[in-house]
């Protein structure tokens, strides 16, 4: 059974950094796809960074391209994500998902989702 167990988040003062932690057991980081979606209060859910080994892309939203970095650790089961400069609109929820395998690309599952979700983080930004 895959289980993300996502870690990070809180308060921060806009332009300031947090990091989100996503650990991932019983799954192995091999044909897979993972990554990170939020959702604000009054908005859609939405995909943040996604990774794909099927296309070995990397997606970014508009909104975050140049402020949020998404990256892994293989030996440790972990993807992070990095956010920097971070703005009162990032404020959301943030939630960790993966699949395997991974048949399609990074941006089609920022799209349409993947398989396996974690609990969800809240990150709010103050200004």
């Known amino acids: 059974e895959v289980q993300l167990v996502q870690s990070g988040g809180g308060l921060v003062q806009a332009g300031g950094s947090l990091r989100l932690s996503c650990a991932a057991s019983?799954?192995?980081?091999?044909?897979?796809?993972i990554g990170w979606f939020r959702q604000a209060p009054g908005k859609e859910h939405e995909g943040v960074s996604c990774?794909?080994?099927?296309?070995?892309?990397?997606y970014y939203a508009d909104s975050v391209k140049g402020r949020f970095t998404i990256s892994s650790d293989n030996a440790k089961n972990t993807v992070y994500l990095q956010m920097n400069s971070l703005k009162p609109e990032d404020t959301a929820v943030y939630y960790c998902?993966?699949?395997?395998?991974?048949?399609?690309?990074?941006?089609?599952?920022?799209?349409?989702?993947?398989?396996?979700w974690g609990k969800g983080t809240l990150v709010t930004v103050s200004s």
């Open positions: 990774i794909s080994s099927s296309d070995g892309g990397t």
């Open positions: 019983g799954f192995t980081f091999d044909d897979y796809a």
């Open positions: 998902a993966a699949t395997e395998p991974a048949s399609y690309s990074s941006n089609y599952y920022c799209a349409y989702g993947m398989d396996y």
